[in-house]
């Protein structure tokens, strides 16, 4: 099988796995599209998630701020994605078949976030989700809505429209 074929089926794979996680979710609560970016489980609310695509060749964008990897056409809609670990200070990754972008609406704009992996669509009710700490060194809790508990596990929440602020929208724009 060639290399192209076997690509594609896998995006098709992954398609229709996110496009079932999505129409899966439960009814009441607070859901939460959940994804995984340098082992660390990070949680979206799913009302901003647009669409959900395999990540695929992005078209560079000259003199675009650097956590910004390119544009993307979406059915003749130009997508600016972004990888959230230049924005967290992490380490940049290459990416691989399961790393996905997660389209979401952001200050009124489409934007796309590249993530390593989905993981599931969460109900996480309010009085399991906590204020973020203000200690974290590997991601600037402005960033952070809060901190879902599932059982034994933690999700960092969060906040979409700080993740690209007006700012970003701008610089962009120019």
């Known amino acids: 099988m060639s290399d192209e074929k076997k690509n594609n ?17 439960a009814t009441g609560g607070n859901q939460f599209v959940t994804f995984s970016i340098a082992n660390e489980e990070y949680g979206i609310e799913i009302k ?8 695929r060749t992005l078209t560079y964008l000259p003199n675009s701020p650097r956590f910004v990897k390119g544009i993307l056409n979406l059915r003749g809609n130009v997508i600016p994605v972004m990888d959230p670990r230049i924005k967290f200070s992490m380490q ?38 906590e204020d973020a700490p203000e200690l974290s060194d590997r991601i600037d809790s402005k960033f952070i809505n809060g901190i879902g508990k599932v059982g034994e596990k933690f999700v960092i929440i969060l906040d979409v429209n700080k993740i690209f602020s007006h700012e970003d929208a701008q610089q962009l724009a120019a």
Do not use: C, F, P, W
């Open 92 to 129: 940049e990754v290459e990416y691989d078949k399961t790393s996905v972008i997660i389209i979401v609406k952001a200050n009124q704009k489409n934007v796309g976030i590249i993530v390593d992996q989905i993981k599931d669509v969460l109900t996480i009710e309010s009085n399991h989700i």
């Open 48 to 55: 901003s998630v647009q669409e959900i695509v395999g990540h």
């Open 9 to 25: 089926e896998d995006r098709g794979d992954i398609k229709e796995a996110l496009m079932n996680l999505l129409n899966s979710s």
